[in-house]
């Protein structure tokens, strides 16, 4: 048997000079046209591109180190690439790159359902199979499997840890995204279906945020100021709950109005330990990496039959009474680059 070649890495740092590299040697037609149908490499040193939802983000990061490792385990080389910031406009250019460089398959995190697929089009005329993570495009029969949460049953596991907090009863605020973004308006609809279950909670209002600190900061401060008699607040994400347990702080509500998140990056969890954040909603981050990767192996291999159209893993639910424990502190997301 051929010997493997050792896998090529990318450290998150060098995304943006990978994109460089890539859009300067493609030229300008990579938004314009498709390459030929990727040529199949030996099975043992397929190329596997890897999009992330954005560079500074500790749950990208995760996937990212875990996806090198099961590369590493298949003999595959990862391509490693995200944007500096989040937005789906800034993925456009970076997954354009990475079709131009055909690699034997591309796993993609998408920062919202549709702007990436006329990319992802191309990328299926040319052959290359798609392995997507996290976010879904609307249209998953651009993609051979989808792996990620399901975000409505997600947000009931948060829905049901609310109502346990605050006792069943009284008035709860829910900041999400911005109208319209999928992931988090399901997981707010999901979690309205977990306080189903306590006739005693009215929820007061939704504010928008955007996927910023300071925006949720800004989102948490007009509920409490609009309702006093506030008792809790969902956050459709982890860094939204940053900033609207700060905001609930420095209301000096700690305690008195209760902050459920999404997601748990280090800040969340330093909040969840200080009590400021009183419960949260996990993903598995680890799993994610280290499947797509196995199942864009499998494609290459021409074992698709082994692939699922569609995974979902549980949620992990996790309060601050037992976020140090061994079983939830295995699913923290952590910073550190691929290698």
Known sequence: MPKKRAPTRFGLAGSGLLLALLVCWSGSSIAATAPEPAAKLPVQHPVIALMGIYAANAFAQTIARAAQREADVLGAQLIYSAPSTFGGSNQVPILDALLARRANAIIVDLDNSTELNPTLRRIKAAGIPIINIDNATNDLSLVDSFIGVNGVEAGKVAGQAMGKLIHGKGKVGVIGVAPGNETSEGRINGFLAGLKGYPGISVVATEYAGES???????????????????????????????????????????????????????????????????????????????????????????????????????????????????????????????
Do not use: N
């Open 213 to 339: 600190q300071a925006g949720g900061a800004s989102a948490a401060t007009a509920l409490l100021t609009r309702y006093p008699d506030l008792r809790g607040v969902f956050c459709a994400t982890g860094i939204i709950a940053g900033g609207a347990g700060r905001a609930v702080v420095i209301a000096g509500e700690k305690g008195k109005v209760i902050v459920v998140g999404f997601d748990a990056p280090p800040p969340e969890v330093k909040l969840m330990r200080e009590g400021i954040v009183s419960a949260t909603v996990m993903q598995q981050p680890r799993l994610y990496g280290k499947l797509s990767v196995e199942y864009a192996y499998d494609e290459v291999e021409g074992k698709a039959s082994l692939v699922k159209k569609l995974v979902h893993p549980p949620a992990i639910p996790a309060t601050a009474a037992d976020i140090d424990s061994p079983e939830i502190r295995k699913f923290w997301y952590t910073f550190g680059e691929a290698r």
